[in-house]
């Protein structure tokens, strides 16, 4: 699969992950990790919460979590 804004861009990258939000195939260059908080554990009594990373598109990081609308840096 390749990265749905390169390919509107004329260029094929191979994705690296897929749009949490909207579905879309993202590149190293346009994938945005944001975190999510998650509730785990019994659904009678108190659940516990755990903080998850996700994977956004550019256009969905900037609408549901402005934090992670810049660029995921290199490792």
Known sequence: MH???CQTA???SPCVGVC???GAGVCA???RIATHSMRLGPAI?????AEARTVLCPLCAAAWAPTAAT???AP
């Open 3 to 5: 990265c749905l804004d």
């Open 71 to 73: 660029p995921t840096p």
């Open 45 to 49: 009594g108190t659940p516990a919460e």
């Open 29 to 31: 260059q346009h994938a």
């Open 20 to 22: 949490r939000r909207c």
């Open 10 to 12: 004329g260029s094929n």
